[in-house]
């Protein structure tokens, strides 16, 4: 997405990156660039607004249910694999549960989810 004016920040980094900045998971100056886009594109922050909403409707809806802790490890872990898998430039790929075996449901490629070609 682009709204067509030129920015600092491209308008699809800063969607690509939207979500660690609701969750405040980013470096202070990037989140410096990101409000400084969002002051300038109202395409973006109609988006934002948007993510805002819904990340608020769903606390409000879901926020008294405690997360069972195996499930937070799970999830981490496979965030945790993931953003490996894209920092080595390896693409990721995902496979059902019942065919993954202990490869917990992710892949890189080269790997197989069969245990006998390992």
Known sequence: MSCGSPHATDCDEVL??????????????????????FDECSPCLEKYGLEQAIKALIKRSCGCDATPTDLRAKVLARIDSIRAGQRSGEPVVEVDEQSAGSHGGLLTAGQSASPAAE
Request: one cysteine or more.
């Open 16 to 37: 690509d990156h939207l979500y660690e900045f609701l969750d405040n998971e980013m470096p202070e100056g990037d989140c410096v660039k990101l409000r400084e886009h």
